[in-house]
């Protein structure tokens, strides 16, 4: 009996126990039931720069591998190069001729860039901009010859020298010596000592009248000079090469005009050869050089002309022109040591829009520059252009002879020619000689 109550208290003791537990974890229990949740908080995103996007792959295609960080930023640039006040602003100086008094007018520039150029004003002060500051400055006004090449900068004191002019002496006379009292003296051509151009020199004509057939060019720049001269019936004729040197006078220049022959001929419509009345027949620019005395004649009813003073030996040309007509440019022509010569000659109708002159040759415009003959321009079609000639080629040779010793004009005749015929020309061209042989042609410009 008495186990039996203790049995029974011990369940009793156990029983409260378990229930007291019970009671204990109600509360958090209804707290977690009850109460609002806080809202799950995610991590933070990263958002990707292009470099971590791997792009689209084709299928099949081997993944490439995706940078794990982004490319460096490319390098800042350089600094600006440091200037100082002074090469941060224009460039200026004078220009002094060979007495070293400032003057007016010289065209200064820059040898690595011409483009980069000024006037000087009243006071010889001329001003390059920024740009210019260190280039090599030149200055040019004919007479003068060209200032020695001169490095110029912002900073500097910059004076430009010009070099002294120079002067030829000589005479023009007969075949037999004699002096000829009155005729027309041009310059043919000019090559420069210094680098400026100076082509207003070239052909300077003037009239001159002395007993004793003598000439004084004064005011010339330095170089090399061919001189023409020309006189009533005697066709021009030209001097051997002049050098003219700075402050100097090159003296015993004799030029001698042998006695022309005549032309003569018929010049007639192409088309219905009908004669054309009143057709200008005159010696062309290559012929007469600059100097030319030889009046231009007309065409008479019946067409014909008479043209006195032609050379009488060698090739030249003649211009032959009229209003209604397209001017005809003859080469070719020679009278052989003879007293006179025949060309008829037969002009094309103008028609509208058409050419307004032409000649037959190669096509090309020629110039004399310090490196020899040079081709400056060549026309669209003709035969230079068709051969691959190109602006800046050296003509060498014509027919198997140098040029270096001939005039332009002579080789103008010489390239000139009927069409038809066959020119070799050998051109210098980045250090090598081409040879070219061209059929010449009419060409129309």
Excluded at 43 to 64: G, K, V
Excluded at 154 to 179: F, K, M, Q, T
Excluded at 193 to 207: L, Q, T, W
Aim: charged content about 20%.
């Amino acid at each position: 009996m008495a186990e039996s109550r203790t049995a029974g208290a011990q369940r009793r003791a156990w029983l409260s126990a378990a229930l007291l537990s019970v009671a204990l974890l109600i509360p958090p229990l209804l707290v977690w039931l009850f109460l609002p949740r806080p809202a799950p908080v995610a991590p933070a995103r990263r958002e990707l720069t292009p470099a971590l996007i791997a792009p689209a792959q084709p299928e099949h295609a081997a993944p490439r591998e995706v940078e794990a960080e982004p490319p460096p930023p490319p390098p800042p640039p350089p600094p600006p190069r440091e200037t100082t006040a002074a090469s941060a602003g224009p460039v200026r100086g004078v220009v002094l001729d060979p007495e070293g008094r400032p003057v007016a007018g010289a065209t200064v520039r820059c040898s690595e860039e011409p483009g980069l150029s000024a006037s000087a004003d009243a006071e010889g002060r001329f001003e390059l901009p920024p740009e210019a500051d260190g280039c090599t400055a030149i200055a040019a006004l004919p007479p003068f010859g060209d200032a020695v090449p001169t490095r110029v900068t912002a900073a500097g004191d910059n004076a430009l020298h010009l070099i002294a002019a120079g002067s030829i002496a000589g005479e023009v006379v007969e075949p037999s010596g004699r002096p000829v009292d009155a005729y027309l003296l041009a310059i043919e051509s000019f090559v420069p000592a210094g680098s400026g151009a100076h082509a207003s020199v070239n052909g300077r004509a003037r009239k001159v009248s002395d007993p004793g057939g003598a000439f004084q060019l004064d005011d010339l720049a330095p170089g090399r000079y061919v001189l023409t001269a020309s006189a009533a019936g005697r066709p021009p004729a030209r001097s051997a090469p002049i050098d003219v040197e700075a402050g100097r006078t090159t003296r015993s220049v004799r030029i001698v005009l042998p006695q022309g022959a005549t032309l003569r001929g018929r010049v007639v419509d192409a088309e219905s050869r009908a004669p054309i009345v009143e057709a200008q027949v005159e010696l062309d620019s290559a012929t007469s050089s600059g100097a030319n005395a030889i009046s231009l004649v007309l065409t008479d009813a019946n067409g014909d002309y008479e043209l006195e003073g032609v050379p009488a030996s060698g090739p030249f040309s003649v211009r032959v022109r009229h209003e209604l007509y397209t001017t005809k440019i003859v080469p070719g022509l020679d009278a052989r040591g003879a007293g006179s010569a025949r060309a008829d000659i037969e002009l094309r109708p103008l028609g509208d829009g058409g050419s307004r002159e032409e000649l037959s040759g190669i096509g090309a415009m020629l110039a004399l520059s310090p490196g020899g003959v040079t081709i400056a321009d060549v026309i669209e079609g003709g035969p230079a252009a068709l051969a691959g000639l190109a602006q800046g080629d050296v003509i060498v040779r014509i027919d198997g002879e140098p040029t270096a010793d001939l005039p332009l004009a002579d080789c103008i005749q010489r390239l000139r020619g009927p069409a038809g015929t066959r020119v070799a020309v050998g051109v210098e061209r980045g250090g090598r000689v081409l040879d070219v042989t061209m059929r010449r042609d009419v060409v129309v410009r």
